[in-house]
């Protein structure tokens, strides 16, 4: 019994978890805004690739 409350209040991995789910939410957004302007970010680097050559 005193190992299962050690394990439920012991607190050391908490942090790394946070982080992870941080980065995990942050990479979904990310995706996200990139897939619903592809079509917008294409024309971009398509004008400064044609606006360069030479």
Known sequence: MKLFKRLWK????QGMTEYGLIIGIISVVLITVLVAFRGKLTEIFESITNSTEI
């Open 10 to 13: 012991e607190e050391a991995g």
